[in-house]
């Protein structure tokens, strides 16, 4: 796969560290122990679920629908998996099936992510009809996740939350973040980048998916 500058997840003191001082005006009108649970609620989302609700309003488990065990790359299936988004809604890879489809992993704390998000915003807007840029936000709750894309103006991603982690094994990544896969229409992995990217390289990536598959 390509590879380009990651950022390393912050440790757990880091990632504190910087919401306490994000909220410091919490201690004086909550008290110690409402700031506390505010923290726990922040990160952790005690209240997500496992579940998804589908087309058809039937509540189905999230994760890896098929995986063969091997670390996806370039020319083999891409695996299949279904998560919720930010309403609870389910969203599986596989019935993006006949578009390309940018898989992009990320996380609220990763800079990385924050610069290269509104350019792939920008890509998917310009090409509503066969393309879908797909985040997967990678262990974070709902409104960790939400209140950072929201802030970005990313009107044009779908958003899904690996809240387990398990697409994220499915798919073997490293550590770090970002990780962004190009899918072809019919379910290839054309493209693996680790790191981060700009407009005109996923610009590029993307007509080389499209030339493989033949579209």
């Not at 500058?5 to 009108?29: D, E, I, N, Y």
């Not at 610069?115 to 509503?128: F, G, I, V």
């Not at 393309?131 to 709750?141: H, K, P, R, S």
């Not at 929201?150 to 550590?175: C, H, I, M, R, W």
Request: a positive charge; one cysteine or more.
């Amino acid at each position: 796969g390509k590879q380009g500058a990651k950022q390393p997840p912050p440790t757990a003191r880091a990632r504190a560290q910087r919401w306490l001082k994000r909220h410091r005006s919490w201690f004086w009108t909550l008290g110690v122990v409402g700031a506390l649970a505010a923290a726990i609620v922040y990160f952790a989302d005690p209240f997500s679920t496992d579940t998804a609700v589908d087309a058809s309003g039937n509540t189905i488990e999230t994760g890896v629908i098929k995986v063969d065990g091997a670390a996806p790359r370039e020319r083999r299936p891409a695996p299949d998996f279904v998560l919720a988004d930010y309403d609870g809604k389910a969203v599986k890879l596989s019935d993006f099936r006949g578009k390309s489809v940018m898989l992009n992993f990320w996380a609220s704390w990763c800079t990385t992510c924050e610069a290269e998000m509104p350019d792939m915003d920008r890509l998917a807007k310009e090409n509503l009809d066969d393309f879908v840029v797909l985040g997967v936000n990678q262990m974070e709750g709902r409104g960790t996740a939400k209140s950072f894309s929201d802030a970005l103006g990313l009107q044009n991603f779908k958003f899904a939350l690996d809240k387990n982690e398990d697409v994220t094994k499915a798919y073997k990544l490293p550590s770090g973040l970002p990780h962004t896969f190009l899918i072809d229409k019919d379910g290839i992995v054309r493209v693996v980048k680790h790191g981060g990217m700009r407009y005109d390289e996923m610009k590029q990536l993307l007509a080389e998916t499209r030339r493989a598959a033949g579209s």
